[in-house]
């Protein structure tokens, strides 16, 4: 096989993987949705002496030593996790998953009775979209919460954990019913959980019941003391453009910001909804109200930053991420847009610095395909195609790829030649309707390839 013939059925591939959806770029959803599954949670252990000693050898990386003093501290204090529990919970803080994954796996070997660590593996499993395998580590925790003799306040704080995965995974599946019938439950044991409430008028609205979903709505609001919750209009606003109902969309997001206009979330969800229904100075002007409301806001600087990036005004784009960079220096969505920002400005410098993001970006979160993509558009416009291609293959392999990837990858594939590689890609790219910043390239572009003939049949017809 040809080494065009390979890039093609990679191509090809990647075009099947799009299929199953192509992801937002560029920023993160500033207000998670009703439906995005929680992190993976764990029962915080009490701040007591043995498990501080415990924390202090860990960060020497006297590990054994550390989960030696963990397992003294766990026979003293009933209350305590299982010590590898403990242990993922410090690896993962210390952003090192392998290990954290390691010491979870001992935790179900060690404690076998204990339900935390399927628990903690259900979440990890609905974060990577892996829902069979999150189904069943949530029936398996649920199981042994039944018949846990351990800590009662354990068991109190892990029954709900493993009802809203449960919940989570009927969510993922779109089984509506069995969806509400967990919440339901779920609030049996959490009466005042305003997010369980949220999740239920999402599950009603999409039984077509939008007079019970608000209803869930409003007392989800009323129950939310942390301000955690959306606003009862934006969130059913939210629901109906999910829906595909934009009309009603616009009805309920207007309502929305009539509302609650001083509302600093309504600002920044109207913000994101207009951005991704394609309502660029809407956006704008919502980011920009966020910002009259809160101009420290971390949310509403990236978001301003990435409707720059869609006008194409890039310094402006640079300014808010920049400004958010400096906020919070490890925020990857403000760092990886300032190095989209800056390698488009044709300034040296500027590309440098780019570079120098993107490849600490890539370092960090190797798996984020975002971070490689990034990597590998700065090194295209610097004209290190070679690992340009290297970097974008990463990002096109990943179970969704941004738009602006694919851009980037057909891209590159046009220049060095591979022009109906390109056509498949901007094809299967320009299909969605979702914006994305670089759909004016992309279609232009297209126009280039569009008359491009397989060259796999021009070989077999040639013969």
Same mark, same amino acid.
């Given at each position: 096989?040809?080494?065009s013939a390979? $890039?093609l059925?990679?191509?090809?591939?990647i075009?099947?993987?799009l299929?199953?959806?192509?992801a937002g770029r560029?920023v993160?959803q500033?207000?998670?949705d009703?439906a995005t599954p929680a992190?993976p949670?764990?029962t915080?252990?009490?701040?007591?002496?043995?498990?501080?000693?415990?924390?202090?050898l860990?960060k020497q990386?006297?590990?054994?030593?550390?989960?030696? @003093?963990l397992e003294?501290?766990?026979q003293?204090?009933p209350?305590?996790p299982?010590?590898?529990?403990?242990m993922f919970q410090l690896f993962?803080?210390?952003?090192q998953?392998q290990a954290?994954?390691?010491a979870?796996e001992?935790a179900?070997?060690?404690?076998?009775d204990?339900?935390?660590?399927y628990?903690?593996?259900?979440?990890?499993?609905?974060q990577?979209r892996r829902v069979?395998?999150?189904e069943?580590?949530?029936?398996?925790a649920?199981?042994?919460i039944k018949?846990?003799q351990g800590?009662?306040?354990?068991?109190?704080?892990?029954?709900?954990q493993?009802i809203?995965?449960?919940?989570n995974?009927?969510?993922?599946?779109e089984?509506?019913?069995?969806a509400?019938k967990?919440l339901?439950e779920?609030?049996?044991v959490?009466?005042?959980n305003?997010?369980?409430?949220?999740?239920?008028g999402?599950?009603?609205?999409?039984?077509?019941d939008?007079?019970g979903a608000l209803?869930k709505?409003?007392?989800?609001k009323a129950?939310?003391?942390?301000?955690?919750v959306l606003?009862p209009e934006?969130?059913?606003a939210?629901?109906?453009?999910q $829906?595909?109902d934009h009309?009603?969309a616009v009805?309920?997001?207007?309502?929305?910001l009539?509302?609650?206009?001083?509302?600093l979330?309504t600002?920044?969800?109207a913000?994101q909804w207009a951005?991704?229904?394609d309502?660029?100075?809407?956006?704008?002007?919502?980011?920009?109200r966020a910002?009259?409301?809160d @101009?420290?806001?971390l949310?509403a600087?990236i978001l301003?930053?990435v409707v720059?990036?869609?006008?194409?005004?890039?310094?402006?784009?640079?300014k808010?991420?920049?400004?958010?960079?400096?906020q919070s220096p490890?925020?990857?969505?403000?760092?990886?847009?300032l190095a989209l920002?800056l390698c488009?400005?044709n300034?040296d410098?500027?590309s440098l610095?780019?570079l120098?993001?993107?490849? @600490?970006n890539y370092q960090? $979160?190797?798996?984020n395909?975002?971070?490689?993509?990034?990597l590998g558009?700065v090194?295209y416009?610097?004209?290190?195609?070679d690992?340009?291609?290297?970097?974008?293959?990463?990002a096109?392999s990943?179970?969704?790829?941004?738009?602006?990837?694919?851009?980037y990858?057909?891209?590159l594939s046009?220049?060095?030649?591979?022009? $109906?590689e390109a056509k498949?890609?901007?094809?299967a790219?320009?299909?969605?309707?979702?914006?994305?910043?670089?759909?004016?390239?992309?279609t232009?572009l297209?126009d280039k390839v569009?008359d491009?003939?397989n060259?796999a049949?021009?070989e077999t017809?040639?013969?």
């Amino acid at each position: 096989m040809t080494r065009s013939a390979r $890039y093609l059925m990679f191509a090809l591939g990647i075009v099947a993987a799009l299929s199953a959806g192509l992801a937002g770029r560029a920023v993160a959803q500033v207000v998670p949705d009703a439906a995005t599954p929680a992190k993976p949670e764990t029962t915080q252990p009490p701040q007591i002496e043995e498990v501080k000693a415990a924390i202090e050898l860990f960060k020497q990386s006297k590990f054994d030593e550390c989960l030696a @003093s963990l397992e003294k501290a766990v026979q003293k204090h009933p209350e305590l996790p299982p010590a590898q529990v403990i242990m993922f919970q410090l690896f993962a803080a210390a952003n090192q998953p392998q290990a954290a994954r390691l010491a979870l796996e001992k935790a179900v070997l060690g404690s076998p009775d204990d339900p935390e660590a399927y628990a903690i593996f259900g979440s990890i499993g609905l974060q990577e979209r892996r829902v069979t395998d999150a189904e069943l580590a949530f029936l398996k925790a649920r199981e042994l919460i039944k018949s846990f003799q351990g800590n009662a306040k354990r068991k109190d704080l892990l029954e709900p954990q493993a009802i809203s995965g449960l919940a989570n995974v009927a969510e993922a599946r779109e089984k509506w019913p069995q969806a509400q019938k967990l919440l339901e439950e779920l609030l049996k044991v959490s009466p005042k959980n305003a997010r369980a409430m949220q999740r239920l008028g999402r599950a009603l609205f999409q039984q077509q019941d939008a007079a019970g979903a608000l209803t869930k709505l409003r007392e989800a609001k009323a129950a939310d003391k942390e301000n955690t919750v959306l606003t009862p209009e934006a969130a059913l606003a939210r629901f109906y453009e999910q $829906y595909g109902d934009h009309k009603n969309a616009v009805k309920w997001m207007t309502n929305a910001l009539k509302a609650s206009p001083d509302d600093l979330r309504t600002r920044l969800v109207a913000a994101q909804w207009a951005l991704e229904t394609d309502q660029i100075d809407e956006a704008k002007t919502q980011a920009e109200r966020a910002l009259a409301i809160d @101009s420290r806001s971390l949310d509403a600087q990236i978001l301003r930053g990435v409707v720059a990036l869609f006008q194409k005004d890039f310094k402006e784009a640079e300014k808010w991420f920049q400004d958010a960079h400096l906020q919070s220096p490890s925020n990857f969505a403000a760092s990886n847009n300032l190095a989209l920002a800056l390698c488009e400005q044709n300034d040296d410098a500027k590309s440098l610095r780019a570079l120098e993001y993107a490849n @600490s970006n890539y370092q960090a $979160y190797q798996k984020n395909a975002d971070a490689a993509s990034t990597l590998g558009w700065v090194l295209y416009k610097r004209g290190d195609k070679d690992r340009a291609e290297l970097a974008l293959r990463q990002a096109l392999s990943a179970t969704t790829s941004s738009a602006d990837t694919v851009f980037y990858a057909a891209q590159l594939s046009f220049d060095r030649g591979r022009k $109906y590689e390109a056509k498949v890609l901007l094809k299967a790219v320009l299909g969605s309707k979702r914006p994305f910043a670089m759909r004016k390239e992309a279609t232009a572009l297209f126009d280039k390839v569009k008359d491009e003939e397989n060259p796999a049949k021009k070989e077999t017809s040639s013969k």
